[in-house]
Nanobody, 120 residues
């Protein structure tokens, strides 16, 4: 099993920054990729950014140039640096870990989410 705990959300004004953290524990070997997703009220959960085990990154077009995903492998922690925040970035942000297993294939794990509110 894998446990993911997000932190770092909060209330900020447009243009400000936040850094989200996701601490992973448990069976954190054989990670395929990790990522951040977000879900605004009454909307579907969307990809924000992912980082593969090899370090390849992928961003949603809406956050390119403003957000940076990174990973501290030694401490099993995923980060999302969010700069120049906009009103439309308001959402609950979720951490996801995808793990490879020998018999079950890929398994998804999700954190509980952390609220990010951008408001003037």
């Amino acid at each position: 099993q894998v446990q993911l705990v997000e932190s770092g959300g909060g209330l900020v004004q447009p243009g400000e920054s936040l850094r989200l953290s996701c601490a992973a524990s448990g069976s954190t070997n054989n990670i395929n990729y990790m990522g951040w997703y977000r879900q605004a009220t009454s909307k579907q959960r969307d990809l924000v950014a992912t980082i593969s085990s090899g370090g390849s990154v992928n961003y949603a077009d809406s956050v390119k140039g403003r957000f940076t995903i990174s990973r501290d492998n030694a401490n099993n922690t995923l980060y999302l640096q969010m700069n120049s925040l906009k009103l439309e970035d308001t959402a609950v942000y979720y951490c996801k870990l995808v793990r490879r297993t020998a018999y079950l294939g890929l398994i998804d794990y999700w954190g509980q989410g952390t609220q990010v509110t951008v408001s003037s």
